[in-house]
């Protein structure tokens, strides 16, 4: 009986859950949670006066977590001391460890870093605030930060607030404790956009800064950073936005008129950029190949700009062939005796000029020991192996040919060089079969030379089907490098000729024939580009560079009267970027904090430009008639924005799955 009535009372059980489901029509494995947190109470209360405690507790509907909090959450007035930031649960506790100013707003900027702990339903952007006087500051400042040489946006870095009357510091001092401190401070969004909240009304400048070392002033020049002198007031207005409802992807439901309270300014563009090195240290030696080492600084020394180098081992005196940089901050010694070359390591003292504590350039003496990365036994090894590879290639050659003569004894045999040949210069001849009419061709050497015969060097052209010698220039555009220009005639046959032995290099290796044909394209296989430009005053040049798709300068023109010229544009789709070169050296300069110098200024076009061949085209830009942040297109924007934290609305796909309707969750 006892049996019996356990049977029925699971049989009852089984049944009433059977018809429980059925009822729901819940699919397998039940709803998703798609319900965001939210901010249920807080202590001390939200926008809370006379605050005199530093910790803080915000409670939350369900349980909750905090992600990226040293990435995302950002605190004003900004804390010398790292606060404690935790989520326990249902609520999210911030412990301030620097001690509370008087008359202070205090915000917590967590945007959206707080999410609900099952699902990651995102509560949005969220700020909490409180203050320690009887008033409590609301006003807000927002911009966009921007990389000063190809407003690029730059995501992360810090933006701040100075009062007005400290912003200005002693031009003539890099001490810290003559530079502001940012009073109030945000971050910049992966769109460079960034918001200062709890802000007083004042007078105030805008900086950003890369703070490194946490002091939350510009105290390293390395440290990526951007000025203002611009003074801003900042004030709000009630305003209306519109905000469309949409019935679906394609149609509106409606358009509703929402009113706001609307911040000024909100259009602050900060360019940020990094400064010249200008203490000077020695960052490493290398020797990536036997015959050569070079030595890096990390900056250009003006009093004696390459260093004086005695040999430990060797007789240093007159035992290199120099190759420096522009700024001979990156130096490259060819040895130029072989014995030196198969030497392994190399003793040197080196003597220069390092930037001392006190940030003056001092005399400095190293003792370096620079190694080669294959050792000459590894090499000689090599070197050995191949010798013996090309002798079992010879003897191959000579039984094949001794099987021959026996097949064919009246006949004359063909002689086998039983010499290895000598290894010959890798000279690399960068010659275009279609050349454009203002292209040239380049010549790289991979080793210093100590004989370069022009007249060695022959260019050709076809008229008539008769061959002429065609007038040329060399010119040397690097240390080892050389250009050939010619005046190009469209659609016509060249060929390049190099003789035997035309060089040789500081180890006797000599160059062997060289011969390439060419062609010279047509005109009608390129398009023409002009560009007007407006909306800019400079006493300076203004240069205009056509870009790729990967935002890669491939050709470009200084404005001449209020237009650049491009011809011979290869078919395709290019962008536009003007620079104000304001001191005509030709490039993009970077600013100078304590001179007080902005970087140059750099513009983008944001309409393709669409080139085909045999077309002319001409636009007309006026640089400035957007603003910076509205400039670079999208499409060769590196910096991509983050994608929008959303509910992921996987119950609307389940329930269309097993065709039930979709619950309603509060």
Same mark, same amino acid.
């Given at each position: 009986?006892?049996?019996?009535?356990?049977?029925?009372?699971?049989?009852?059980?089984?049944?009433?859950?059977?018809?429980?489901?059925?009822?729901?029509?819940?699919?397998?494995?039940?709803?998703?949670?798609?319900?965001?947190?939210?901010?249920?109470?807080?202590?001390?209360?939200?926008?809370?006066?006379?605050?005199?405690?530093?910790?803080?507790?915000?409670?939350?509907?369900?349980?909750?977590?905090?992600?990226?909090?040293?990435?995302?959450?950002?605190?004003?007035?900004?804390?010398?001391?790292?606060?404690?930031?935790?989520?326990?649960?249902?609520?999210?506790?911030?412990?301030?460890?620097?001690?509370?100013?008087?008359?202070?707003?205090?915000?917590?900027?967590?945007?959206?870093?707080?999410?609900?702990?099952?699902?990651?339903?995102?509560?949005?952007?969220?700020?909490?605030?409180?203050?320690?006087?009887?008033?409590?500051?609301?006003?807000?400042?927002?911009?966009?930060?921007?990389?000063?040489?190809?407003?690029?946006?730059?995501?992360?870095?810090?933006?701040?607030?100075?009062?007005?009357?400290?912003?200005?510091?002693?031009?003539?001092?890099?001490?810290?404790?003559?530079?502001?401190?940012?009073?109030?401070?945000?971050?910049?969004?992966?769109?460079?956009?960034?918001?200062?909240?709890?802000?007083?009304?004042? =007078?105030?400048?805008?900086?950003?800064?890369?703070?490194?070392?946490?002091?939350?002033?510009?105290?390293?020049?390395?440290?990526?950073?951007?000025?203002?002198?611009?003074?801003?007031?900042?004030?709000?207005?009630?305003?209306?936005?519109?905000?469309?409802?949409?019935?679906?992807?394609?149609?509106?439901?409606?358009?509703?008129?929402?009113?706001?309270?609307?911040?000024?300014?909100?259009?602050?563009?900060?360019?940020?950029?990094?400064?010249?090195?200008?203490?000077?240290?020695?960052?490493?030696?290398?020797?990536?190949?036997?015959? =050569?080492?070079?030595?890096?600084?990390?900056?250009?020394?003006?009093?004696?700009?390459?260093?004086?180098?005695?040999?430990?081992?060797?007789?240093?005196?007159?035992?290199?062939?120099?190759?420096?940089?522009?700024?001979?901050?990156?130096?490259?010694?060819?040895?130029?005796?072989?014995?030196?070359?198969?030497?392994?390591?190399?003793?040197?003292?080196?003597?220069?000029?390092?930037?001392?504590?006190?940030?003056?350039?001092?005399?400095?003496?190293?003792?370096?020991?620079?190694?080669?990365?294959?050792?000459?036994?590894?090499?000689?090894?090599?070197?050995?192996?191949?010798?013996?590879?090309?002798?079992?290639?010879?003897?191959?050659?000579?039984?094949?040919?001794?099987?021959?003569?026996?097949?064919?004894?009246?006949?004359?045999?063909?002689?086998?060089?039983?010499?290895?040949?000598?290894?010959?210069?890798?000279?690399?001849?960068?010659?275009?079969?279609?050349?454009?009419?203002?292209?040239?061709?380049?010549?790289?050497?991979?080793?210093?030379?100590?004989?370069?015969?022009?007249?060695?060097?022959?260019?050709?052209?076809?008229?008539?089907?008769?061959?002429?010698?065609?007038?040329?220039?060399?010119?040397?555009?690097?240390?080892?490098?050389?250009?050939?220009?010619?005046?190009?005639?469209?659609?016509?046959?060249?060929?390049?000729?190099?003789?035997?032995?035309?060089?040789?290099?500081?180890?006797?290796?000599?160059?062997?024939?060289?011969?390439?044909?060419?062609?010279?394209?047509?005109?009608?296989?390129?398009?023409?580009?002009?560009?007007?430009?407006?909306?800019?005053?400079?006493?300076?040049?203004?240069?205009?560079?056509?870009?790729?798709?990967?935002?890669?300068?491939?050709?470009?023109?200084?404005?001449?009267?209020?237009?650049?010229?491009?011809?011979?544009?290869?078919?395709?789709?290019?962008?536009?970027?003007?620079?104000?070169?304001?001191?005509?050296?030709?490039?993009?300069?970077?600013?100078?904090?304590?001179?007080?110098?902005?970087?140059?200024?750099?513009?983008?076009?944001?309409?393709?430009?669409?080139?085909?061949?045999?077309?002319?085209?001409?636009?007309?830009?006026?640089?400035?008639?957007?603003?910076?942040?509205?400039?670079?297109?999208?499409?060769?924007?590196?910096?991509?924005?983050?994608?929008?934290?959303?509910?992921?609305?996987?119950?609307?796909?389940?329930?269309?799955?097993?065709?039930?309707?979709?619950?309603?969750?509060?």
């Amino acid at each position: 009986m006892k049996k019996l009535l356990i049977l029925i009372v699971i049989s009852t059980a089984t049944l009433i859950l059977v018809q429980s489901c059925a009822r729901m029509g819940a699919p397998d494995g039940g709803w998703y949670d798609e319900t965001p947190p939210r901010v249920v109470g807080a202590v001390p209360a939200d926008r809370a006066f006379n605050v005199d405690n530093g910790k803080v507790r915000i409670y939350f509907s369900e349980f909750v977590k905090i992600e990226n909090v040293q990435e995302k959450v950002v605190i004003s007035p900004p804390q010398q001391e790292q606060p404690d930031i935790k989520a326990h649960g249902r609520y999210v506790e911030v412990k301030l460890k620097d001690t509370l100013k008087a008359h202070m707003t205090y915000t917590i900027d967590f945007s959206d870093a707080i999410v609900d702990n099952n699902e990651g339903n995102p509560l949005g952007s969220y700020t909490y605030s409180f203050s320690t006087d009887s008033l409590i500051d609301t006003l807000e400042v927002s911009g966009y930060v921007l990389n000063a040489s190809d407003l690029e946006p730059v995501k992360g870095i810090l933006v701040g607030l100075y009062p007005a009357d400290t912003a200005e510091v002693k031009k003539d001092s890099c001490k810290n404790d003559s530079l502001p401190v940012f009073l109030r401070v945000s971050r910049a969004d992966s769109r460079g956009h960034f918001v200062i909240r709890g802000v007083a009304p004042g =007078n105030y400048t805008v900086g950003a800064l890369q703070d490194v070392d946490g002091d939350y002033r510009f105290s390293n020049r390395g440290e990526v950073m951007a000025f203002s002198h611009d003074v801003i007031s900042p004030s709000c207005f009630r305003d209306v936005r519109q905000d469309t409802i949409w019935a679906d992807e394609v149609h509106v439901k409606d358009v509703l008129q929402v009113p706001y309270t609307h911040f000024m300014p909100d259009n602050v563009v900060l360019r940020s950029f990094e400064h010249i090195s200008t203490d000077r240290y020695f960052i490493k030696s290398e020797r990536k190949e036997p015959d =050569n080492f070079t030595l890096y600084f990390t900056a250009p020394c003006e009093k004696e700009p390459l260093p004086q180098l005695k040999g430990l081992n060797f007789d240093a005196e007159d035992a290199f062939v120099i190759e420096a940089s522009a700024k001979s901050d990156t130096i490259t010694y060819w040895l130029k005796d072989t014995a030196l070359v198969n030497t392994d390591t190399l003793q040197i003292e080196m003597r220069t000029f390092i930037t001392d504590t006190l940030g003056v350039l001092s005399p400095s003496v190293d003792t370096l020991e620079i190694l080669s990365k294959v050792p000459y036994a590894k090499r000689l090894k090599a070197q050995e192996k191949k010798m013996d590879e090309w002798r079992e290639k010879i003897e191959k050659k000579i039984k094949k040919q001794e099987r021959w003569k026996k097949e064919h004894p009246d006949e004359p045999e063909e002689p086998i060089d039983t010499v290895m040949p000598a290894q010959k210069m890798q000279v690399k001849y960068d010659v275009p079969s279609s050349l454009a009419p203002d292209q040239a061709i380049r010549i790289t050497f991979p080793k210093p030379l100590v004989r370069f015969d022009s007249a060695a060097v022959h260019l050709y052209v076809e008229q008539d089907s008769l061959w002429y010698r065609s007038p040329f220039t060399l010119e040397k555009t690097g240390a080892r490098e050389w250009e050939v220009y010619a005046d190009w005639i469209p659609e016509a046959e060249y060929s390049f000729e190099i003789d035997t032995l035309a060089f040789e290099d500081i180890y006797g290796l000599q160059s062997e024939p060289y011969k390439s044909g060419l062609r010279v394209a047509s005109l009608e296989s390129f398009a023409s580009l002009f560009v007007n430009v407006s909306g800019i005053t400079t006493e300076g040049n203004i240069i205009i560079e056509m870009l790729d798709k990967g935002d890669k300068a491939v050709r470009s023109a200084v404005v001449e009267g209020k237009t650049a010229e491009f011809y011979y544009v290869q078919p395709g789709t290019y962008y536009l970027r003007a620079i104000i070169d304001r001191n005509k050296n030709g490039k993009w300069d970077t600013g100078e904090y304590f001179e007080d110098l902005q970087p140059e200024e750099v513009y983008y076009n944001p309409e393709p430009i669409e080139c085909k061949a045999k077309w002319d085209l001409t636009r007309d830009w006026n640089l400035t008639a957007l603003p910076l942040y509205k400039q670079k297109a999208a499409e060769i924007t590196k910096q991509r924005a983050d994608k929008e934290k959303t509910i992921q609305h996987r119950n609307a796909q389940r329930a269309a799955e097993k065709g039930i309707p979709e619950p309603v969750q509060q």
